[in-house]
């Protein structure tokens, strides 16, 4: 059983930036991959960014040059780096953390971020 807490979101305006973080509940040698999902009003869920336990990262193209996701595999938390944020970031964001061999997903309990003047 793996808990994720998730934090970081809040209010900012068209080109400010945010950094969010997610933590797993208790550490793990198995994890295979970290990263979030977002989903908008009205639009369908996207990967925003990935990273594997081995540092390979993957973003989705409208954030790639924007959004850096980084890791710390000693503490199982991972952290997006969000700059020059537009409007259409807006959305819940969702940590999720799989793991390896089973391929088990687990979720976080989203975070919003909305970018508004």
């Known amino acids: 059983q793996v808990q994720l807490v998730e934090s970081g979101g809040g209010l900012v305006q068209p080109g400010g930036s945010l950094r969010l973080s997610c933590a797993a509940s208790r550490s793990s040698f198995s994890i295979a991959s970290m990263g979030w999902y977002r989903q908008a009003p009205g639009k369908q869920r996207e990967l925003v960014a990935s990273?594997?336990?081995?540092?390979?990262?993957n973003y989705a193209d409208s954030v790639k040059d924007r959004f850096t996701i980084s890791r710390d595999n000693a503490k199982n938390t991972v952290s997006l780096q969000m700059n020059s944020l537009k409007p259409e970031d807006t959305a819940v964001y969702y940590c999720?953390?799989?793991?390896?061999?089973?391929?088990?997903?687990?979720w976080g309990q989203g975070t919003q971020v909305s970018v508004s003047s």
């Open positions: 990273i594997t336990s081995g540092g390979r990262t």
């Open positions: 999720y953390l799989r793991l390896t061999v089973t391929s088990t997903i687990y």
